[in-house]
């Protein structure tokens, strides 16, 4: 073996160790059971089993509408304002706007619309296009309401449980290395086109739908273990820890995250060498959400509140003695501070 490869498989090594305990101490081992019983709360499983695409659709936009913002804020805003629902857009894409955006989810491409400044790529039809009818935080939202919309209507032929399962047929062909990758992008990469939608977002969107809406869909449970979101706190927890830098993959937090060597695959890497049945026996035994969410759940403040901005200063290595992974940890600085040579 190498050396660069006896590396490779040591930082591995690492990461399997620390993160297998982050999983003991903050993941949630009913979670499949939580997100069946808040999914059959606010009538997802009933649309799911009754193939009802508008609830599904209302469903997924107001998870859409929780990106860039805190969550409390995000449903303020919108029990204020209201919430844009299938019917509501079917009515106004049936008056036939004159905008030649609005005829499909393919015409709909740079749409442009900008609510501050009351703009968007047609000018010209601006005055009667439904999209500002809506009173949204932002134009990017609105945006995001109408690109799905015309995703579900054109692409799934209004059956969006329907088209899941094709999808995730197509894609079932064996036990091949490739198999979780195969799973989980016939059914993100499509709607990832969908104007305004962020892949964390997505990702823990369908996560949660495919985890949690019919445990007798196998593939789509299969599918849902497999979709990684990966935010600020996670990325910043494999900097930290020193994941990032023993594997060779130091990256800054954005794109990059979800690119070939990024964050998700290194959470795809270090679960697939976790045996999650040994939480709960009722676990897929490879399950990259589980890992992902017991990491964030280690660092959000809603959480454990261990491994955040607020409790380290990340001018300088972590001092926190009294976190449970502290003698573990490589305690990387997350952002040093430049040397008086680079002034």
């Known amino acids: 073996m190498s050396r660069k490869s006896k590396l490779a498989a040591s930082g591995l090594d690492y990461a399997t160790r620390f993160v297998t305990r982050i999983c003991r101490i903050a993941g ?90 009351r703009s968007c790529s047609e000018p010209d039809h601006f005055p009667e296009c439904p999209l500002p009818t809506h009173d949204l935080r932002n134009g990017r939202l609105n945006q995001a309401a109408y690109s799905l919309f015309l995703f579900i209507r054109d692409v799934t032929d209004g059956d969006l449980v329907g088209w899941i399962d094709r999808r995730l047929a197509d894609a079932d062909f064996g036990s091949t290395p490739d198999r979780a990758a195969r799973l989980r992008q016939a059914v993100v990469e499509p709607l990832a086109h969908i104007h305004g939608v962020s892949d964390k977002v997505l990702s823990m969107a369908l996560a949660n739908l495919l ?18 979101a990966v935010d600020t ?3 910043n927890f494999l900097h930290r820890t020193g994941i990032l830098a023993r594997l060779d993959a130091a990256h800054l937090y954005g794109p990059a995250c979800y690119a070939p060597g990024g964050c998700a695959e290194i959470v795809e890497r270090i679960a697939g060498t976790i045996d999650t049945r040994r939480f709960n026996p009722a676990f897929p035994a490879n399950f990259p959400r589980f890992v992902q969410q017991a990491i964030w759940r280690f660092c959000a403040e809603y959480g454990l509140d261990e491994c955040n901005g607020r409790q380290i200063d990340d001018r300088a290595r972590c001092d926190r003695r009294d976190c449970p992974v502290f003698r573990r940890c490589d305690r990387v600085t997350l952002k040093p501070e430049r040397s008086n040579e680079d002034d």
């Not at 804020?73 to 009515?91: F, K, L, N, Q, S």
Request: hydrophobic share 40%; aromatic share 10%; net charge positive.
């Open 211 to 228: 985890l949690g809406a019919d445990r007798r869909r196998v593939l789509w449970t299969e599918a849902g273990a497999v979709m990684i």
């Open 233 to 235: 706190l996670v990325h």
């Open 28 to 117: 949630d081992h009913r979670m499949l059971d939580r997100l069946r019983r808040d999914l059959a709360r606010c009538g997802v499983r009933a649309a799911v089993r009754g193939r009802n695409t508008p609830a599904l659709f209302n469903w997924l936009l107001e998870m859409v509408s929780f990106q860039g913002i805190g969550n409390h804020v995000a449903e303020g805003y919108m029990d204020r304002h209201g919430r844009i629902e299938w019917d509501e857009i079917t009515v106004l894409i049936e008056a036939h706007p004159s905008c030649p955006k609005l005829r499909s989810y393919w015409h709909f491409d740079h749409c442009g619309y900008r609510k501050g400044q």
